[in-house]
Each structure stands twice: as C-alpha cells, then as structure tokens.
C-alpha cells in the first residue's frame, strides 16, 4: 500500500515525459544518464523487494519512465506485462496530475504582492490547490508545491531553501489550516 500520494501539475509531468523521451531517443549522444540499467526491465519481484511503492516519490521518474517511455525488446514483452501492471497500479495510487489551472493563481503572485495580501486573499490563491489534499497531507503539500515565485518575498531564491524557512512554512500551514476547515462544497447532484 502506497504511503503518500505526490501531486503535480500537468506541465510538471509532460516535462518529466519530455526529458525521459529525449533521453530514449537520444541514447546513444547521452548515454544511461538517468536510467544505467534500462535495458534490463524490472520484474515484479524486483519492484516489490526495493519497497518502490512505499517508496514512490523517490522512485518517481524511474515508474514513469518504465510505464510510459520505455518499450522493451519483442522478446521481452512476455516478462514484462506483470511489471508493467505493477508500475502503472503504484502511479494509479501514488500519482495525481492535477490541472495546471489549479497552480495558475499562485504562479501570478508576486512577492510584493503576497506580501501585502491578507489570510483571507491568500486562502483565495491556495484554495483550488489545497482542496485536491486531505488535512494530514501538510508536509507532502510543501514538497509538491515546490520553489514559486512569491517566495522571493522571505529571500528564499530557489528550492534549496522553501521547506527549511520558518516564517514561510508557517504562514502557508496558517492558509493551509484556514482551508482546511473549511466546510466542503455541496456535491453537485
């Protein structure tokens, strides 16, 4: 059983494709760069053993490599149907590809702009964003939020730096908390 669902944007998972595609087809001019042992398919047993789907986020671009980008050999093939069926039931349970629309609001603001924002505007640009999450998915919210452009506001430059600022990760669980208390929408009959 999968311990942790990652989200990503739309965008987010076509460059992932993109990048893996490019390295398949360039294979020769780059080499194993990313996947050393890709001609060597992985068996179930295999997967299970190295714990992936515990393991999911690390072993991201690797499942999506072997589901989605990866065509074995015709002599392969009868190896790998277990495999693949394994690889695409884990990223059926561990992966959500959510609408690029839903990151839109927080990409557009400025840090002057979030720095100038009340709880209130704030929980409007997260909103869309954090109703695709559950209460106790805080921690994997930050990780799949990623470095964006408002966090310049706390002179936090790229990614390196987003999760381990105390003023950041508390204003965003303050918009996180507010939202998350938040009544649920009525169901659309």
């Known amino acids: 059983m999968t311990t942790e669902i990652i989200r990503m944007t739309q965008s987010r998972y076509r460059q992932i494709l993109e990048t893996e595609q490019y390295m398949e087809e360039n ?10 042992e890709r001609s060597s398919y992985p ?10 789907e515990e393991r999911a986020r690390e072993f991201l671009p690797w499942l999506i490599y072997y589901r989605d980008v990866y ?28 609408p690029d629309e839903a ?3 927080i990409d557009s603001v400025s840090p002057k702009k979030w720095g100038n924002m009340d709880l209130k505007r704030r929980c409007g640009v997260f909103r869309e964003l954090v109703s695709y999450y559950s209460w106790r998915e ?11 452009r408002f966090m310049a506001h706390y002179r936090i430059k790229d990614r390196s730096g987003y999760t381990g600022c105390e003023k ?9 908390e507010k939202l998350q208390a938040e009544p649920f929408p ?3 009959s």
Request: proline share 5%.
């Open 27 to 36: 294979r020769d001019d780059t080499g194993d760069i990313l996947f050393p």
């Open 43 to 52: 068996t179930a047993d295999m997967i299970r053993e190295n714990d992936v």
């Open 71 to 98: 065509r074995p050999a015709e002599e392969e093939m009868e190896g790998c149907c277990e495999s693949r069926q394994y690889i695409d039931r884990i990223l059926r349970d561990a992966l959500d590809v959510i």
């Open 103 to 105: 990151m839109a609001p």
């Open 138 to 148: 805080y921690d994997g919210f930050l990780r799949d939020l990623g470095w964006r």
């Open 168 to 176: 950041l990760t508390g204003d965003l669980l303050e918009v996180w």
């Open 186 to 188: 009525p169901l659309i």
